[in-house]
């Protein structure tokens, strides 16, 4: 199950129980949308309550760090499981990985992140 928010362009996905193929796909429609009518200029995805995720999941949060990149977009990953983290590092995506609560997460995408 997935709850999309936007909060001044910063679209806030928070997953909960198991990311499956079909979720996955009305996910990336949604956003990828949101992106390409120029309207998003971070993600942050909340893996907090996330049980489960397989390679679906890792596409589509790739496949939307993709979208961004023209945008000069930010993708957050926020507190996911000790076992979905090693998954993540081993693809490359551990940089994007915070510890911490969605405000917080807001708070550095408008402020230390884009600090030039």
């Not at 997935?2 to 996910?27: M, P, Q, Y």
């Not at 390409?36 to 890792?58: C, H, K, P, T």
Request: aromatic content about 6%; overall charge negative.
């Amino acid at each position: 199950m997935a709850e999309i928010n936007t909060i001044d362009g910063i679209v806030v996905v928070t997953l909960s129980g198991e990311l499956d193929n079909h979720e996955a796909n009305r996910i990336r429609s949604t956003i990828s949308s949101s992106i390409y009518a120029g309207q998003v200029r971070a993600i942050i995805w909340n893996l907090e309550r996330l049980a489960f995720m397989d390679s679906a999941g890792i596409g589509l949060i790739l496949g939307r760090m993709r979208d961004l990149v023209p945008y000069n977009g930010e993708t957050v990953i926020l507190n996911p499981s000790a076992t979905m983290e090693k998954i993540f590092n081993f693809s490359g995506l551990g940089s994007m990985i915070r510890h911490c609560t969605v405000e917080t997460a807001l708070g550095e995408i408008g402020g230390v992140l884009h600090e030039k």
